[in-house]
């Protein structure tokens, strides 16, 4: 049963995994999305988000979620995990590690934000679960719809015990 390991991106070969990595999937984001995409979006993220990277037991890297911190709401900027390893358990597993990463390190944390193209009807259907759908925007790959959730009620859903 595989346990993915999550950790900090802080080390420069952190980033340069992390930047193999997101580079070497950018079209699982959607098709047209260019490594060229991929590039300019990481030189404009990088310096202002987040990074927590998820290794397999054997140390490689099978994923990552990019997020920032803006007042009380911290907003999902971006997530991939390797193909072999998506199922449902993996991706409530590894949204419970970084709802008790997020609220260790930023405690003031209200709100989760997080978005997705509108056209992908699995992830619309996966993350109306527990987060309600506040709006829709036109993204630079198209319309995504955006959703929201209280921290407190993510933490009850993820059955994430602080204390």
Known sequence: MLRARASHCVRDEDYARFTRFYAARCGQFYNEYSLLD???HL??????THILLFDDDKGQLIGFIQYQIEDDTAFLDSAILSEQYRSSRIFYEGFRDLARHIIEEHKDIQTVRFHALADNLYL???????????GVRKGAN???NIFAVNMEQLLKYLKVDLH
């Open 43 to 48: 030189v404009n993220t990088l310096s202002a």
């Open 38 to 40: 991929a590039l300019l």
């Open 142 to 144: 198209g319309l995504e």
């Open 124 to 134: 619309t259907r996966l993350y109306s679960k527990f987060a309600d759908k506040i």
